[in-house]
C-alpha cells in the first residue's frame, strides 16, 4: 500500500515471501531411509534458513522408532562448520539475534525433556560465527508452536492412521501453508492429502 500511495513515481518491482510451518506426513508404507535422506535435505540444509524447509514432521507411529533410530544416526554424521569448506553440511544462521533466539526455543524444549537428538558441534569448527546445532525435538501437534523457528530445528509429531484427518485440520489451521510434503507408497494415501491439505507447493 505505502508503495501504491507514491505520487509520481512508478511502482517498483515486489518480491514478497512469506515464512513457513512446513509439514510432512510419513505413512507406514514409506522407506525410512528415504525419508531420513529427504528429512536431512529439507530441514538442515542452508541451516534450516529457507522458508521451504522442514519444519514438522509427522510420523505414524507404526514407523517411528525405526525413522527416528535412522534419523539419531544420520544427525551425528552432519558436519556443522564452515559453509566454504565443501566437506561442510551445516553452515552459521544469519546472525547473532537468530542464533539466540534460535537457542532459547532449543532450550526450552530440552528443558521440558522432549530432544530426540542433536548433532554435535565441534570447537574447532565453529568457535567463530552464529552456529546452532542440528536438533530434532517432539511435540504433541504443530499448534504448539507459536510462530516459525527459522533455522536447524524439526520438530516430530506422532499420529495414529486414525487421526489423519485431525493431522490435516491442524495442519490447515496454522494458516501457514507454504510447502508440504507426503512420504508414502500408496498413491490413493498421498491424492488423499493432496486434496484436502492448503499449502501452496
Avoid at 106 to 122: A, Y
Wanted: charged share 25%.
Amino acid at each position: 500500500r505505502a508503495l501504491a500511495e507514491r505520487e509520481k513515481a512508478p511502482l517498483p518491482t515486489l518480491v514478497a515471501e512469506t515464512g513457513g510451518m512446513n509439514a510432512m506426513i510419513v505413512d507406514s508404507t514409506a522407506l525410512p531411509e528415504q525419508v531420513v535422506a529427504d528429512v536431512i535435505h529439507s530441514a538442515f540444509q542452508s541451516a534450516g534458513q529457507r522458508c521451504s524447509a522442514l519444519r514438522v514432521l509427522y510420523l505414524q507411529d507404526d514407523v517411528a522408532d525405526r525413522v527416528l533410530e535412522i534419523l539419531d544416526g544420520a544427525m551425528a554424521e552432519l558436519h556443522v562448520g564452515d559453509p566454504r569448506d565443501l566437506g561442510t553440511d551445516v553452515g552459521p544462521v544469519i546472525d547473532e539475534d537468530a542464533r539466540k533466539n534460535l537457542q532459547a526455543h532449543i532450550d526450552r524444549l530440552k528443558g521440558e525433556g522432549r530432544l530426540i537428538s542433536e548433532t554435535p558441534l565441534k570447537p574447532e569448527h565453529t568457535s567463530e560465527g552464529t552456529f546452532v546445532a542440528p536438533a530434532a525435538f517432539t511435540i504433541d501437534g504443530i499448534d504448539a508452536l507459536e510462530r516459525e523457528q527459522f533455522g536447524p530445528v524439526l520438530h516430530v509429531v506422532r499420529w495414529k492412521s486414525s487421526e489423519l484427518d485431525k493431522v490435516i485440520a491442524s495442519i490447515n489451521a496454522r494458516g501457514y501453508g507454504l510447502t508440504f510434503g507426503v512420504h508414502s507408497r500408496n498413491q490413493s494415501f498421498a491424492d488423499e492429502i493432496a486434496r484436502k491439505v492448503r499449502v501452496g507447493n
